[in-house]
């Protein structure tokens, strides 16, 4: 796997986008019998995405090789796509393990966007966002690839904007606003797995903050695993600060597994 790039705020693949339909399309081809270089020069030089140009395919590869690591930790990512797991229940999946490895969509989303939403914004301005990135400069522990301009700041500020609303957390086009977002329940299960896989403790996963992408708080988490529980698809007991959590699967690339059968 790739050297880890969870600190670095890079604009490169922000500007480029989400590209959550040209993902969905290299994963549906990946083969894991074949390296990740053998598989994004397949895309490159067999234009597998239908890009328009040889350029926007090769940014696509490389967008892609910085966010993912198909064959570790994202691979149950990659299955899902080839099996043809439904779009909308893949994209919250697809942006939970973005988000492993891409500090700056995960800074936003959780303590710009969500803080925004909870107070009750109503519509976001690249403006405020462009103040937000001024702001991480300040931030220790983050580093910054290349030098930014005022141009690059302003880009990379209606990339973000962009980046929530292709995920439907935002609606509008020249005026953000927040849409009336729900988590599948097929992704909330397999976002539970995921967490469970590195953190076996029921509390901090109710409580973690990775549910804040999608405009979850602790009591909605609560309330969804309380309604699974009581159909049975998951065993969720709770005790004051207690709580108690049993999975279906016992990670989530077996449960990634049953969602592709």
Same mark, same amino acid.
């Given at each position: 796997?790739?050297?880890?790039?969870?600190?670095?705020?890079?604009?490169?693949?922000?500007?480029?986008?989400?590209?959550i339909d040209? !993902?969905y399309a290299?994963?549906?081809?990946?083969?894991?019998?074949?390296?990740? !270089?053998?598989?994004?020069?397949?895309?490159?030089?067999?234009?597998?995405?239908?890009?328009?140009?040889?350029?926007?395919?090769?940014?696509?590869?490389?967008?892609?090789?910085?966010?993912?690591?198909?064959?570790?930790?994202?691979?149950?990512?990659?299955?899902?796509?080839?099996?043809?797991?439904?779009?909308?229940?893949?994209?919250?999946?697809?942006?939970?393990?973005?988000?492993?490895?891409?500090?700056?969509?995960? %800074?936003?989303?959780?303590?710009?966007?969500?803080?925004?939403?909870?107070?009750? #914004?109503?519509?976001?301005?690249?403006?405020?966002?462009?103040?937000?990135? !001024?702001?991480?400069?300040?931030?220790?522990?983050? %580093?910054?690839?290349?030098?930014?301009?005022?141009?690059?700041?302003?880009?990379?500020?209606?990339?973000?904007?962009?980046?929530? !609303?292709?995920?439907?957390?935002?609606?509008?086009?020249?005026?953000?606003?927040?849409?009336?977002?729900?988590?599948?329940?097929?992704?909330?299960?397999?976002?539970?797995?995921a967490m469970? %896989?590195?953190?076996?403790?029921?509390?901090?996963?109710?409580?973690?903050?990775?549910?804040?992408?999608?405009?979850?708080?602790?009591?909605?988490?609560?309330?969804?695993?309380?309604?699974?529980?009581?159909?049975?698809?998951?065993?969720?007991?709770?005790?004051?600060?207690?709580?108690?959590?049993?999975?279906?699967?016992?990670?989530? #690339? %077996?449960? #990634?597994?049953?969602?592709?059968?």
């Amino acid at each position: 796997m790739a050297k880890s790039r969870s600190s670095v705020v890079s604009s490169f693949t922000i500007i480029k986008g989400s590209l959550i339909d040209e !993902t969905y399309a290299v994963f549906r081809d990946w083969d894991f019998d074949k390296s990740r !270089t053998e598989n994004l020069r397949r895309v490159r030089e067999n234009n597998t995405i239908g890009a328009t140009s040889t350029h926007w395919a090769r940014d696509v590869a490389k967008v892609i090789n910085r966010r993912f690591d198909p064959s570790g930790r994202d691979r149950p990512l990659v299955e899902l796509a080839l099996a043809g797991c439904d779009r909308d229940v893949w994209k919250p999946i697809l942006l939970f393990h973005m988000t492993r490895d891409e500090f700056l969509v995960r %800074d936003f989303l959780i303590r710009w966007l969500y803080p925004q939403f909870a107070q009750g #914004a109503y519509r976001l301005h690249t403006d405020e966002v462009t103040k937000y990135l !001024t702001s991480l400069s300040k931030k220790k522990g983050v %580093d910054w690839s290349g030098k930014w301009t005022d141009s690059t700041t302003s880009r990379v500020a209606s990339g973000l904007l962009r980046m929530a !609303t292709d995920f439907g957390i935002l609606t509008g086009t020249l005026h953000k606003e927040f849409a009336s977002y729900h988590l599948p329940e097929e992704s909330f299960i397999y976002l539970l797995h995921a967490m469970a %896989d590195v953190e076996p403790n029921a509390r901090r996963i109710v409580d973690a903050e990775d549910w804040h992408m999608f405009l979850m708080d602790t009591s909605d988490v609560e309330r969804e695993l309380l309604r699974l529980h009581q159909f049975r698809k998951v065993h969720y007991e709770v005790a004051g600060s207690l709580a108690q959590l049993k999975l279906p699967h016992g990670s989530s #690339a %077996d449960y #990634a597994r049953e969602l592709c059968a």
